[in-house]
């Protein structure tokens, strides 16, 4: 069974910085997706960036970038010019490629972000 | 961009009352819906997986005499809390997706928050 594990409970950041979220996961798998979900106070789920783990670049989204570094099943989210509208938890994902199924999504435990003046 | 509807959004009722929630994919045929529950401050746990036309999966430990989930349509799946109990008070939330599409994200609902006094 795959696993994803999130060290950092909360983070802080200032307006306008950079704030990296660490994510790593545990699969035997070869092909997967991860993924980045934001969860505002507003408790929806909102899809923040996706990754494809057969792709060895990484993904952006506007301010949004991930660093997945494959063998050591890391996945982090980097936020630049961090805006107080980011204040949120973020959840990472993993789903199986494999096909046959819509695949669940794994969800970490989170990190909620707040965002400083 | 593609839009899950769940209803309703916030329920309260009465101990021993059985309560539906719906979740319905508006824009595209959901194959596969996921029911998800949140404790406050928590992840999302995967309760059960509905595939349109046949008897939803259970996860471990949730029981399905008292989490029913009906997917009969590609657009509607329903869950139902049975004879619910303080206990079950909770977040939940559904999502929505199409079988062998695991490159596209899932697509959640906004929730419902459930209250049982």
């Known amino acids: 069974a795959q696993t994803v594990t999130q060290s950092q409970p909360e983070m802080s950041v200032q307006e306008a910085e950079t704030v990296t979220l660490s994510c790593t996961y545990d699969t035997s798998e070869s092909d997967y997706y991860l993924f980045w979900y934001k969860q505002p106070p507003s408790r929806q789920m909102i899809l923040v960036i996706r990754?494809?783990?057969?792709?060895?670049q990484n993904a952006t989204e506007n301010r949004f970038s991930v660093n997945f570094q494959k063998a050591a099943k890391s996945f982090s989210l980097k936020i630049s010019d961090s805006q107080l509208g980011d204040a949120a938890m973020y959840f990472c994902?993993?789903?199986?490629?494999?096909?046959?199924?819509?695949?669940?999504?794994?969800f970490g435990t989170g990190t909620r972000l707040q965002v400083t003046l | 961009g593609a839009v899950v509807s769940q209803h309703p959004s916030w329920v309260i009722c009465k101990s021993g009352t059985s309560v539906k929630i719906e979740c319905r994919s508006l824009?595209?045929?959901?194959?596969?819906m996921f029911w998800y529950r949140q404790f406050p401050k928590q992840s999302l746990m995967l309760m059960a997986t509905?595939?349109?036309?046949?008897?939803?999966?259970?996860e471990q430990g949730v029981e399905k005499d008292k989490f029913l989930i009906n997917h009969a349509s590609l657009t509607l799946s329903t869950l139902t809390v049975t004879s619910a109990h303080p206990e079950d008070s909770s977040f939940y939330i559904c999502s929505a997706s199409v079988r062998d599409r695991m490159y596209q994200p899932q697509h959640f609902g906004d929730g419902t928050r459930l209250s049982i006094l």
């Open positions: 824009d595209f045929q959901a194959t596969t």
């Open positions: 990754q494809e783990a057969y792709k060895q």
């Open positions: 994902a993993y789903r199986s490629a494999m096909t046959g199924t819509a695949s669940k999504l794994t």
């Open positions: 509905s595939n349109e036309g046949s008897k939803a999966t259970y």
